[in-house]
């Protein structure tokens, strides 16, 4: 098992998007941490996240101590987290946005100034700037605990996707067809722009440029990890599509498809596709690098193909059904506006419902089914850290 850094340094992990449901990610992280030795600082020396997901890369890259107690803490977080700490849940205020949103549909001057959305989430901001040490990733890339840490976001003015990362030097920028990696100081702007859900939440400027939710552009959500160094990925997603033979939530409707219902295919299509896509592309080039000698790949020119050893762990339930049962704690005003546009489970857009779900009960039921998954896959998560396997 890998317990030194020079070992570890090429390890790297990948956490994807997906709004609540990343609440899964940290049930699987605790089980990682008690997997591990107790006094492990910090196994993951390259930290990749997109939106929801670079909220709790973040939180273990701008945390010190062990990384069974970064864990400890981020869970504890979400242990406690309800809407009013995300996003702003008063009627007025909602109604509001709502209107702002729908009246820059027909009179451009709405849409100029302040971004749009239908919640403003400076609730969020202000925790995570409390909680998130951004000068201890300066600190922890000095002393060799950290290679790089990386947040995605998606440019609105260049429609691309931009990784924006901090390492150790030698790590270089990219930039390949809707690609860029781009070094720089992270902060607060970057984790609540990659973050910005579209639609849902306000774009964040940077420079001269808006940034939305990091998943929209990120058809390769493993690659920052790799152009950083990484020969070990080690990947949480939050899709509950390979749950087999999931009961339906509710009898088959023939009506056309609500908003909600179209606006969570869409996101299901940015935070869960990609990554799936991505993965199934990562375990085929491995598996062909793998069929080859160092000379033979040489003598096709194919050099840079190397095989990547990977773990993925998937929640092992359907999140839509856990969803269903707590549709009642989401905020009246939100509650309000879900029913409106279909997010629920008759309307057939229990996805985005789920996307917003940021309540005691339903974060706590995902944090216990990431654990309990975890805990299924401990020999091969100990298989994942050994070197020698």
Same mark, same amino acid.
């Given at each position: ?49 997109? =939106?929801?997901?670079? #909220? ?14 970064? *864990?400890?803490?981020?869970?504890? #977080? ?6 009013? +700490? ?16 729908? &009246?820059?549909?027909?009179? =451009? ?17 202000? &925790? ?29 003015? =260049? ?28 902060? *607060? ?30 058809? +390769? ?40 219902? *179209? ?10 596709? =990609? ?8 375990? +085929? ?22 095989? *990547?050893?990977?773990?993925? #762990?998937?929640?092992?339930?359907? #999140? ?48 216990? &089914? ?18 020698? +396997?």
């Amino acid at each position: 098992m890998t317990k030194n850094n020079s070992q570890a340094e090429k390890t790297g992990i990948v956490l994807t998007g997906g709004g609540a449901r990343a609440a899964y990610q940290v049930g699987v992280l605790r089980a990682v941490a008690e997997t591990l030795p107790r006094e492990t600082k910090n196994p993951f020396p390259i930290i990749c996240g997109t =939106s929801a997901g670079a #909220i709790n890369a973040m939180a273990i890259a701008g945390r010190a101590g062990p990384f069974s107690l970064r *864990i400890k803490k981020l869970e504890a #977080i979400w242990r406690q987290l309800d809407a009013e +700490k995300v996003y702003r849940t008063d009627f007025l205020g909602v109604a509001k946005n709502s209107l702002n949103m729908l &009246l820059s549909l027909f009179h =451009s001057g709405y849409a100029i100034g302040k971004p749009k959305a239908l919640l403003d989430n400076t609730p969020l901001r202000d &925790l995570l700037d409390n909680y998130i040490r951004f000068r201890h990733i300066k600190e922890a890339i000095a002393n060799g605990e950290l290679d790089a840490v990386s947040i995605t976001a998606m440019s609105y003015n =260049s429609g691309k996707s931009v990784t924006f990362f901090q390492g150790k030097e030698g790590i270089q920028p990219w930039q390949k067809s809707r690609q860029r990696g781009l070094p720089t100081d992270l902060n *607060i702007d970057h984790l609540m722009a990659s973050s910005a859900i579209p639609v849902l939440f306000p774009a964040m400027k940077i420079g001269d440029n808006y940034f939305g939710d990091g998943a929209l552009r990120q058809l +390769k959500p493993i690659s920052p990890a790799l152009r950083m160094g990484a020969k070990k990925v080690f990947i949480i997603g939050v899709s509950d599509s390979l749950v087999r033979n999931p009961r339906p939530i509710a009898p088959t409707s023939y009506h056309s498809p609500s908003i909600a219902q *179209i606006m969570g295919h869409m996101l299901n299509s940015a935070f869960i596709d =990609s990554i799936e896509s991505d993965l199934g592309t990562l375990e +085929k080039i491995t598996r062909l690098a793998g069929s080859m000698t160092t000379s033979e790949r040489e003598r096709l020119g194919l050099s840079d193909l190397q095989p *990547i050893k990977s773990l993925a #762990i998937h929640p092992s339930q359907s #999140i839509n059904r856990i969803a269903v049962d707590h549709l009642h704690e989401l905020p009246k005003s939100v509650r309000m506006f879900m029913k409106v546009t279909g997010a629920t489970a008759r309307g057939g857009g229990i996805n985005t419902a789920s996307y917003l779900l940021f309540s005691k009960g339903f974060c706590r039921k995902l944090l216990e &089914l990431g654990y309990q998954d975890g805990l299924a896959q401990q020999q091969a998560i100990l298989d994942f850290f050994d070197d020698n +396997k």
